[in-house]
């Protein structure tokens, strides 16, 4: 099950096929992974360390963090035809994090006892 993408856009407007413009994606999808068109590994601007790393290297350089240093949330989950919520699994006893920070439609269903927990997102608004 992969995902289509039916139409790129910049500011609101196509991106046209002589316009050049870069893909942000990991390792595998650079690579040629997953048959993504144009990704094969010939043409990686910039290969940098995996976002695991970027974000711990982040916080060990910030040791106190109050809600006032984290960037403004500069991304949405786009609206999706769904038969139902999208469930994970996370760190238990998080949900009023995401509330806080305006993502209003995610629950925890189950505290597993080890930590973790799963939890459902409703994606269809």
Do not use: C
Not at 27 to 40: E, I, K, Q, T, V
Not at 94 to 120: E, F, P, R, V
């Amino acid at each position: 099950m992969g995902q289509r993408i039916t139409k790129l856009t910049y500011h609101g407007k196509p991106v046209t096929p002589e316009q050049p413009f870069i893909v942000v994606t990991n390792n595998y999808r650079a690579s040629g992974g997953g048959h993504f068109p144009g990704l094969d590994g010939s043409n990686i601007v910039l290969d940098a360390d995996g976002t695991r790393e970027i974000v711990s290297q982040w916080l060990q350089r910030h040791h106190d963090i109050t809600a006032n240093d984290l960037p403004t949330r500069s991304w949405h989950f786009a609206p999706l035809k769904t038969h139902g919520p999208v469930i994970f699994t996370a760190a238990a006893g998080k949900a009023d994090i995401a509330q806080s920070a305006g993502l209003k439609n995610i629950h925890q269903l189950q505290d597993h006892g080890d930590g973790t927990a799963t939890y459902a997102i409703n994606l269809a608004h």
